[in-house]
Every structure is written in structure tokens, then in C-alpha cells.
């Protein structure tokens, strides 16, 4: 079922696969751009309004790239009926509407699954499909907020997190749950609805970080102590120091010229405190590139705290190819590696975002529409 033209994907292990993307917001975006990297045809599907602006979501050309674009008007009186032919043509649906808003227009889940039984339809929401939450308005900071991982990373609020973080997690799970989905159909040939709660995800997520949900270990976490914390260098940038063990503390003491500190046992404030002062005093005469350099061959957990710019320059990074560059525009590259006898299988997609509707009419003749069908339904402004 797939159509690799004017694409630009690698040959990955979901070559062969296409999916139906239906999503406008970021977790539909980095689930499907998951999928793409390995190989997948993915097909946004997007507003005939848009048609000829860039295919992007919220602006970023990471999360557009590779994949292709058709166009069809959800509210006209014939969605429904194209919708119903494109699910036929393809592998997998992604969508991020409200519960129950596709079947209430009259094309939903059930609706496909008769249609199509194999179909993978994956919906992700922020709180699920069903409970007392479903259908409340949120963004990421308000699923991180209830999930417990806002509390689990700093227990300290308030503070307001900069990043999305449950958004991408959830992106991940369902990405992963359509691959377990896919690999079930292989047997089965019984197609799923994925219910993707990015709440829960996040929730996941906390518990690894918290070590529980028993209100006595909620808000405790991993102790920042001497041994573990962020310490001001000499060129103003920061460094991490995680070396929580005896053998990486007796590295970092070593390293920074203070092995009379290998035996210190700080049990209470007063002595931590004089601790990173010490330690906060070494660190500040030389550029953290320099004590990670000098400390990181030691074992001594050391690392550089990278912003912005200084991700994309990291030694490291270019090395591995940890950023690909795409219409000029630095990106993460898939951190999915696959190496086989003969070396290393890159899995990013590195093909340049669609333009809205630039690929309708070749995804409506795969889905079985004639060149005079596609002219009527453009006519119509169905698509």
C-alpha cells in the first residue's frame, strides 16, 4: 500500500506502510514524523484553504519534513465520502480531535472499522477517550501538571517548563503502539483503535523518575547533593556533575585536584553546602569545555550543559549526526539507529516539507479516483 514519490525517506522497516495523518497539532505531528523516519508514506491531510503554504505544524520544519500533502474540506457534505475511500487505500489513520468529534460528523472510528477492518486508527488526546477529564480543553503544561511529572522534576513550585515534555512522549507511545498494532495485524489481519492519553504518558514517565506514587516518595526524587548538581565554569557556562558513586566520586575529586574530598561523607545541609562551595570554587577557574575534557576520560560523570547553538557544535554531535540540516533549518535527527553486518542503516528523512496540496491528486488516484473524479471533487471544493 505504499508510494514512495516526491518523498525522499529512507528505505526503512516501515516501507510498504502508509498512514493517513489527519493531525494539525505537535502530537500527531512527532508521532507521524516517527513513523516517516522509518520509512513510512505519511499523507498529510490538510484545508484546501492552505493550499500552496508550507505543510508545517506550529511553523517547524522538523515536524513537516518527508512527508506528503492532499487537501480535503472536512466540513463539506462530501468529506465523509472521500474520507471513507482514503481510509480504504491506507495502513494506518492519526488523528487528535476531540473524543467522539469524527463520528459526530458522521465518520469515525466505527464507521471505519466497518468499512475497513484492518485499519489502524490511532487517537491521541491529552486525557484519553473516556473519564471525567476527556473532553477538557489543555496543552502540554496542563497534561505534565496532572500527570505528576511537573511535580516529580521539581518538586519546588512553582516553575514553568519551556519545553514540551509530555506532548513528544506520548508521540513516541503512539507511535510505538501503531508498530505493536501493525505487527498484530500481520497475524491477526484485525485492525485496533489506539487510545494515546499524552496524560498518561507523562505519567509513565514520572514514575521512573519518582520511584512511586505513595505520597511519601512523591516530591523526594533524586537528591541534588555535591555529588549531583549543575556548577557554575569560568566562561559562564555550566556543567553537570553526576558522580552519585563511590568510584565516580573519587574520579571527580581526583580531577579537580582535591582527592582529600574522596572520603568525605556530607550528612547533613551545613556540610553539603560546604561542598559545592568547594567544588563550585575549582569549577569556576577553568571553561567547562576544559573540565569536560579533563574529567569526562576519568569516569568522572561530567558533562557539558549545551544551549541552543552549542547542541548543533557539540563534538559529539556532529560526530554521530545528532542534527541534520533541512531547507537550512538545523533538526534532530531520528535517534532510532539500526546497524546490520554492513554498518549503519540511517532511518532520518531528510526530504524538504510539502506544500499543502501538492500531492492530492496522486493520493486520490491511489485511492482508485479517476482524473475526472479528482476534477469534480476540485470543482465541488471538496478538495
Not at 324 to 351: C, F, K, Q
Request: charged letters at 15%; hydrophobic letters at 45%.
Amino acid at each position: 500500500m505504499s508510494s514512495d514519490a516526491g518523498r525522499g525517506a529512507p528505505i526503512g522497516p516501515l516501507r510498504g506502510t502508509r498512514v493517513l495523518d489527519l493531525t494539525r497539532f505537535p502530537p500527531g505531528a512527532y508521532c507521524t514524523n516517527v513513523l516517516a523516519d522509518l520509512g513510512a508514506d505519511v499523507i498529510r491531510l490538510e484545508s484546501p484553504s492552505a493550499t500552496g503554504q508550507p505543510s508545517l505544524v506550529v511553523g517547524q520544519v522538523g515536524l513537516g519534513k518527508a512527508k506528503r500533502s492532499a487537501t480535503l474540506n472536512m466540513r463539506h457534505a462530501r468529506a465523509n465520502e472521500v474520507l471513507a475511500r482514503l481510509c480504504g487505500a491506507v495502513d494506518v489513520l492519526v488523528e487528535n480531535n476531540n473524543p467522539g468529534e469524527l463520528e459526530q460528523r458522521g465518520y469515525g472510528y466505527p464507521h471505519a472499522a466497518a468499512d475497513h477492518p484492518g485499519l489502524i486508527w490511532c487517537s491521541i488526546t491529552g486525557f484519553g477517550q473516556d473519564g471525567p477529564n476527556a473532553d477538557r480543553a489543555g496543552h502540554d503544561i496542563t497534561y505534565t501538571a496532572h500527570s505528576g511529572l511537573l511535580g516529580a522534576l521539581e518538586p519546588s513550585l512553582p516553575w514553568q517548563p519551556r519545553a514540551m515534555l509530555a506532548v513528544p512522549i506520548g508521540a513516541v507511545f503512539a507511535a510505538t503502539g501503531i508498530m505493536a498494532a501493525l505487527l498484530e495485524r500481520a497475524t491477526t489481519g484485525a485492525g485496533c483503535q489506539l487510545d494515546i492519553s499524552l496524560t498518561e504518558a507523562a505519567t509513565w514517565l514520572a514514575g521512573g523518575l519518582d520511584g512511586g506514587f505513595t505520597g511519601s516518595a512523591m516530591g523526594g526524587g533524586v537528591p541534588i547533593n555535591a555529588n549531583r548538581r549543575l556548577y557554575l565554569c569560568a566562561d559562564g557556562r555550566f556543567v553537570t556533575v553526576a558522580a552519585a558513586e563511590p568510584r565516580t566520586w573519587r574520579a571527580l575529586c581526583a580531577g579537580l585536584g582535591r582527592p582529600e574530598l574522596a572520603d568525605t561523607v556530607a550528612s547533613d545541609d551545613d556540610q553539603q553546602a560546604m561542598l559545592v562551595e568547594q567544588l563550585g570554587d575549582v569549577f569556576a577557574t577553568r571553561p567547562a569545555a576544559e573540565w569536560v575534557d579533563l574529567l569526562g576520560p576519568l569516569g568522572a560523570a561530567v558533562g557539558a550543559v549545551n544551549v541552543g547553538p552549542q547542541v548543533v557544535t557539540d563534538p559529539h554531535n556532529v560526530a554521530r549526526g545528532t542534527i541534520v540540516e533541512i531547507d537550512g533549518v538545523p533538526v534532530p535527527a531520528n535517534p532510532i539507529r539500526m546497524r546490520d553486518a554492513s554498518g549503519v542503516l540511517t532511518t532520518t528523512a531528510v526530504a524538504s516539507p510539502a506544500t499543502v496540496g501538492e500531492h492530492t491528486d496522486a493520493v486520490l488516484a491511489e485511492a482508485g479516483y479517476s482524473s475526472a473524479d479528482i476534477e469534480a471533487l476540485r470543482t465541488a471544493g471538496v478538495v
